[in-house]
């Protein structure tokens, strides 16, 4: 009787595999020289450099792990191959910008650089799983220029003298999931001319600002975690058809998201907004939607519609301060929560949010006359509101209490 091995017999297993070495079965044979088509791996360590190993990627492209160690560098390291996947061992592979020129640590670009033709463009460089760390002197951490369908993830970039992370018209399909990006001196994550961008999953921390995203084109920001900035969270312009949703912004110094430049057609949807100098800065901002946020203690202007936006749609967001019930959480040095500002904006639907303990007030209307304004169903609880004060408007169905 045949033994039972994972369910096949023994003797059929022994007769498959004649039948497979007896050619029946050929495409299942490998080649004398291995699987057709197939490039090594370059193994980093067995090179004088690091720089050594990058210059030993064909033409074609190709993998480079990168082993575990601490590796100082003191002029950027280039990467000028496309359809490339650059692999650490986490944050045990650790390069350290010892520059104090202002030279950015890692470098992804074309060898013709910013003049590269378009049809010569790189496509397709991936890091993965490695630290990158600079000085206050250094340059930016990673910047990648016009690489199409670059992708960054599980990279830690931290301390930089510039950027964390510049992806220079970056335009097609840009990605950067699952990063750690920390204590760099200028922008985070600095997208200039990206397009068909998701930022997912990351979290930023003590930057300058978090991110900025500016003359590109349909941000997909999700996920993220940013805290503790010493200026500014989400700085977009001149950005359309975008989305920046299910984030924690806490404490930055400056504001949590702003909107400048000809922005139009984006969304700021369940994002938790919580004690900022200021919240969301709609500056110049058209046709855009803010819904389902929770603004919690922040110190100024939770939600700003300034002179030079319009057409927006405020809906289910809440505006609150630390109460808990029986009391504030907060203590009396950190009672500030404040609410919306209207200033000399117009087109505006306001409907079904929730203002409550806010101060000095849930709506503050200033600057040149607010007009054509629906402000409808919404719920203010012990807060004063100067709503009235919006002219041509729809005033209906607002709840308030003492």
């Known amino acids: 009787m ?82 490339v996947l650059v692999q650490g061992a986490g944050t045990a592979t650790h390069i350290v910008n010892r520059n104090e020129d202002g030279q950015p640590a890692l470098i992804l670009q074309h060898p013709d650089g910013a003049d590269v033709e378009k049809d010569q463009r790189l496509w397709r460089i991936m890091l993965s799983n490695f630290r990158v760390t600079g000085n206050e002197k250094s340059g930016h951490g990673i910047l990648a220029t016009q690489i199409q369908e670059v992708f960054i993830q599980g990279v830690t970039v931290s301390e930089n003298g510039g950027d964390g992370i510049r992806l220079d018209h970056c335009y ?117 939607a803010v819904s389902a946020n929770t603004f919690t203690i922040m110190k100024t202007d939770a939600l700003r519609i300034g002179p030079d936006s319009g057409r927006i749609t405020v809906t289910g967001n809440n505006f609150s301060n630390s109460y808990i019930g029986d009391g504030v959480k907060r203590g009396t040095e950190d009672l500030a929560a404040a609410g919306l500002k209207l200033e000399g904006t117009r087109d505006v639907a306001i409907s079904g949010n929730l203002f409550s303990s806010l101060r000095p007030m849930a709506v503050e209307v200033t600057g040149e006359p607010t007009r054509r304004v629906a402000f409808t169903g919404n719920v203010l609880t012990d807060t004063q509101s100067d709503h009235g004060k919006v002219q041509d408007s729809l005033i209906d169905n607002v709840l308030k209490s003492q």
């Open 2 to 83: 045949n033994r039972t091995v994972t369910g096949v017999t023994a003797g059929a297993g022994l007769m498959a595999l004649a039948f497979v070495m007896s050619g029946a079965i050929g495409s299942t044979q490998p080649s004398a020289t291995g699987l057709p088509g197939a490039r090594p791996a370059i193994d980093a360590s067995t090179f004088p450099s690091l720089q050594a190993a990058f210059d030993a990627i064909p033409e074609d492209g190709g993998i480079v792990r990168l082993p575990a160690g601490t590796f100082e560098i003191t002029r950027p390291l280039v990467i000028s191959r496309g359809d």
């Open 172 to 288: 097609e399909d840009p990605r950067v999931n699952d990063c750690l990006i920390t204590y760099n001196k200028d922008v985070g994550l600095n997208l200039l001319g990206c397009h068909d961008i998701v930022v997912a999953s990351n979290q930023f921390e003590e930057n300058n600002d978090a991110l900025h995203c500016v003359d590109g084109f349909n941000l997909c920001m999700t996920g993220n975690c940013l805290d503790d900035h010493l200026q500014h969270g989400v700085v977009i312009e001149n950005t359309y058809g975008s989305v920046v949703s299910g984030n924690m912004i806490e404490e930055c110094n400056g504001t949590a998201i702003i909107l400048d430049r000809d922005c139009y057609g984006n969304t700021l949807s369940a994002n938790v907004i919580a004690h900022n100098g200021a919240g969301v800065d709609l500056r110049d901002a058209h046709g855009c």
